[in-house]
């Protein structure tokens, strides 16, 4: 199943760095949502759009910005990172926010 | 904020034997969701949830929403190695409160012995 696709797999940046991750889904979704997996704890959401709308911000810090530019792509423009911003980021699509979530394979983000 | 408690944090079994783990909220949810995760990749749905009460099968995983909405189970019978990997439970609030959002639990690390 590749319905949702994210690209780079694997990413490694330094601090000062710019960077964008980019999320596709091919399934009509109306919906997409950024999480961040850091080890040993739960996956937190960070942005959700609905209808190429942010709906959510979960309190992320503005060095992580999100743009839709339609509800087919979603990106995560990253920028001055930390080291503790390294974690696997994960993209989600659903028909409505109201119906179960579809992730991509996720993006490594390693931050030197 | 919501939380959930999923438990066993981890299990190591032997092929072929069943397998339970369950997850608890304080919170009241409209629907649960079951994913499996294996290394480098994304969660892959496994079963969705949309009643109190509903008891849904997969193949061999069985799922049941809690009659209270504040709980759900996930049983796999006659394991197999391919189902080692990270199983997550995941409920999402309805109607005006909800905004998509999906509060996670904290996984359990499923392994299987040949």
């Known amino acids: 199943e590749t319905g949702v696709t994210q690209t780079p797999r694997h990413l490694v940046m330094g601090m000062t760095n710019k960077k964008s991750l980019k999320c596709e889904q091919h399934?009509?979704?109306?919906?997409m949502y950024w999480y961040k997996q850091s080890a040993k704890k739960p996956l937190e959401l960070m942005f959700v759009?609905?209808?190429?709308?942010?709906?959510e911000n979960n309190s992320v810090p503005s060095r992580f910005s999100p743009e839709c530019p339609n509800s087919s792509h979603l990106f995560l423009h990253l920028h001055t990172l930390q080291p503790e911003d390294s974690a696997l980021y994960l993209c989600?699509?659903?028909?409505?926010?109201?119906?179960?979530?579809?992730f991509g394979p996720g993006t490594r983000l390693t931050v030197l | 904020g919501q939380q959930l408690n999923q438990s066993p944090q981890s299990m190591f079994i032997q092929e072929g034997e069943d397998v339970s783990m369950n997850c608890t909220s304080s919170?009241?949810?409209?629907?649960w969701l079951w994913y499996k995760q294996d290394p480098g990749e994304g969660p892959v749905l496994l079963i969705a949830?949309?009643?109190?009460?509903e008891l849904t099968s997969n193949g061999r995983l069985t799922a049941q929403f809690g009659i209270t909405r504040k709980d759900s189970f996930l049983n796999i019978s006659a394991s197999i190695p391919s189902d080692v990997g990270i199983y997550f439970c995941?409920?999402?609030?309805?109607?005006?409160?909800?905004?998509?959002?999906?509060?996670f639990g904290q996984g359990t690390t499923l392994q299987v012995k040949p």
């Open positions: 989600a699509s659903s028909r409505d926010r109201d119906n179960e979530q579809f």
């Open positions: 399934l009509g979704h109306n919906a």
């Open positions: 759009y609905n209808f190429k709308e942010q709906t």
């Open positions: 919170s009241i949810f409209n629907t």
């Open positions: 949830l949309y009643k109190a009460g």
């Open positions: 995941a409920g999402q609030l309805g109607g005006s409160s909800n905004t998509g959002k999906l509060i």
